[in-house]
């Protein structure tokens, strides 16, 4: 194998890595967060079938001390918290890290939540 074949090798390993990881790590991004979105979820019917006095009741059996007790979600890629009332609720997944430049988040520090209703926001992320 000769020298300038060897640099055109080089060229087209280089060409693809600089066309494919911006490619890659969109779809990390994007995996981590239908992660989290599936512990939205979770934890969404876990509070359901726990109500019985109120939700306030049912979060405390799921989150000890702000740590989300039954989430397969990295604490470093989002921290996962609950706002409940009696009737009502709210979870959050707020992105850390990379997780704060997924492109389905229009402004910078956007929580990704889901509501006693099941509505979810932003809908670019469900």
Do not use: F
């Not at 992660?35 to 876990?46: G, I, V």
């Not at 706002?83 to 709210?90: F, I, K, R, T």
């Amino acid at each position: 194998m000769t020298l300038i074949e060897v640099l055109l090798t080089l060229v087209i390993i280089a060409t693809l890595t600089t066309i494919a990881y911006p490619s890659y790590q969109n779809q990390l991004i994007k995996g981590t967060r239908h992660l989290a979105l599936s512990d939205l979820s979770r934890l969404q019917l876990e509070l359901e079938n726990r109500y019985d006095n109120g939700y306030v009741s049912a979060q405390s059996a799921l989150l000890s001390a702000g740590v989300c007790l039954i989430c397969q979600t990295d604490s470093n890629d989002y921290l996962i918290s609950i706002s409940a009332g009696v009737n009502s609720y709210l979870i959050s997944a707020q992105p850390q890290g990379k997780q704060q430049q997924d492109p389905c988040l229009s402004a910078p520090g956007q929580s990704i939540t889901l509501d006693h209703s099941g509505y979810g926001s932003p809908t670019a992320c469900w």
